[in-house]
């Protein structure tokens, strides 16, 4: 039986998968300390992680994954909230590059639960914050992907997001890719 995919805006209580899939996206897991940082985040309206930026994704009811976006000119107003958890948390302020700009709806981070991949979820999360996007009035959706993840740029690809450089992220050297509005 075919598993159905629903798609929705994220509400504050998706706060933890929120969280979850943005731990997802850089490699954690809910036991890192960056975890309560991204869950703080979550629940807030002005925050690069916030809930109003956040789609999520729900196969057969059961909450599957999410995804974060927003416009890229409002990266730095967006992040400011996460310097003073960084401190709180690791004792530190890491110094964090800019991974988007203006002129492009950046989505941050993605992360679907285990149990639910391969169904499709990642890129029916994909397709409906592009689509989002695009109905804001954006003209490109952009996303880093690391060098050492080619099933996830292959993914992007296939959704048609196209290679436009490289980045820096987090010390990794990534792929900065975009898809264009075709409308």
Known sequence: MEKVITIRPARREDAPMIAEAVAMAVGYDTEHPLYAVF???AGREVAQYSYLNSLVAE???E???AI???DGARLEEL????YPLLKEHLGE?????DETE????YLDSLGVLPVFRGLGVGGALLNAASERAFAEGHTRVGLIVDFDNPDAERLYLS????RVGEKRFLGHRMWHLQKQNSL
């Open 59 to 61: 196969v057969d009811g």
């Open 68 to 70: 974060v976006g927003y």
């Open 79 to 82: 992040r400011r909230p996460i």
């Open 159 to 162: 959704l048609g997001f196209q």
């Open 102 to 105: 203006a002129g492009e709806y």
């Open 93 to 97: 302020i890491p110094h964090i590059e």
């Open 63 to 65: 909450v599957a994954g």
């Open 39 to 41: 869950l703080e985040l």
